[in-house]
C-alpha cells in the first residue's frame, strides 16, 4: 500500500518480556518518528529519525526502550522488559524532508500484562 | 524549549456552524511549522493543515483553516460548517526546523458536533 504500515496492530505480552514493533514508511520519507499514546492522552514523542543523521533519541522514556531504522527505511521499536505502565499504542509517522508534515500509520495497540 | 498548549479540553458546536480550536506555542527557532492533526475514535492521527512561519498568508484547506497570528504565537484552527463527521479529538503540533522537523503536540481538544 501507500501508506505508512505498523505491525502487529495488537500485542499482548506478559510484564518482563520483551516486544518489537515495525514501521514500513512511505517510499521515499527520510524523516520517521516514534510515538506513544496512552489512553484518552496526547502524543509522547520518543525518537526521530532524519536520513542518516543520528537519531533524536531524546524522548525515549528510559533504557529499556530502543529503536532502529535499517537502510532509512524499515524502523524497529524495542522495548526490552516490559512493564505494565509500557501499555499504550505506538504510533509510526513519517514525512518527506520538507515541511514536516508527517503521515502516520495505524498504531500498535500494546498491552502489558 | 518548544511548547504546545491547548486550553481547551473539549468544545461543543452546532452541526453547520464554524468552530474554533485554540492553540499557542512558543519557541525561540525563528522556522517552525505548525500543523494540526484530527484524530477520530478510530484512532488514525489524519493530517489536516500546515503552516510555516514565513508565510505571510494563513493556511486554507477546505473548511479548515489556521488563523495564524505570529506576534501572539497563536495558531487556532478554524472549522466552517460543522459536520457530524467532525467529531474527534484534534493536536496542534510544532515542528522546529533542526535539519528536519522534530515535532511536539499539544494536549489535544475534543470536539462534539451536535445535531
Known amino acids: 500500500g501507500a501508506g505508512v504500515s505498523q505491525s502487529p496492530s495488537n500485542k499482548v505480552t506478559e510484564k518482563g518480556k520483551d516486544v518489537e514493533l515495525r514501521c514500513d514508511p512511505i517510499?521515499?520519507?527520510?524523516?520517521l518518528y516514534w510515538y506513544r499514546q496512552s489512553l484518552g492522552q496526547g502524543l509522547e514523542f520518543l525518537i526521530y529519525?532524519?536520513?542518516?543523521?543520528?537519531?533524536?533519541k531524546s524522548g525515549l522514556p528510559s533504557d529499556r526502550f530502543s529503536a532502529e531504522r535499517t537502510g532509512g527505511s524499515v524502523s524497529t521499536l524495542t522495548i526490552q522488559r516490559t512493564q505494565q505502565e509500557d501499555s499504550a499504542v505506538y504510533l509510526c509517522?513519517?514525512?518527506?524532508?520538507?515541511?514536516?508534515?508527517?503521515?502516520f500509520g495505524p498504531g500498535t495497540r500494546l498491552t502489558v500484562l | 524549549a518548544q511548547k504546545i498548549t491547548q486550553t481547551q479540553p473539549g468544545m461543543f458546536v452546532q452541526e453547520k456552524e464554524a468552530v474554533t480550536l485554540d492553540c499557542t506555542y512558543d519557541?525561540?527557532?525563528?522556522?517552525?511549522?505548525l500543523f494540526w492533526y484530527k484524530q477520530p475514535s478510530s484512532g488514525e492521527m489524519i493530517f489536516l493543515i500546515y503552516?510555516?512561519?514565513?508565510?505571510?498568508q494563513n493556511a486554507t484547506e477546505g473548511r479548515y483553516s489556521l488563523n495564524f497570528q505570529k506576534a501572539r504565537k497563536s495558531a487556532n484552527l478554524v472549522i466552517s460548517a460543522s459536520q457530524l463527521g467532525d467529531s474527534a479529538m484534534y493536536f496542534c503540533?510544532?515542528?522546529?526546523?533542526?535539519?528536519?522537523?522534530?515535532?511536539?503536540f499539544g494536549a489535544g481538544t475534543r470536539l462534539f458536533v451536535k445535531a
Open positions: 509517522a513519517t514525512g518527506a524532508a520538507g515541511d514536516g508534515t508527517q503521515y
Open positions: 517510499s521515499g520519507h527520510t524523516a
Open positions: 529519525f532524519q536520513g542518516n543523521s543520528a537519531p533524536d
Open positions: 519557541t525561540s527557532d525563528p522556522s517552525y511549522g
Open positions: 503552516q510555516g512561519s514565513y508565510d505571510q
Open positions: 503540533a510544532m515542528g522546529v526546523n533542526t535539519g528536519g522537523f522534530k515535532t511536539i
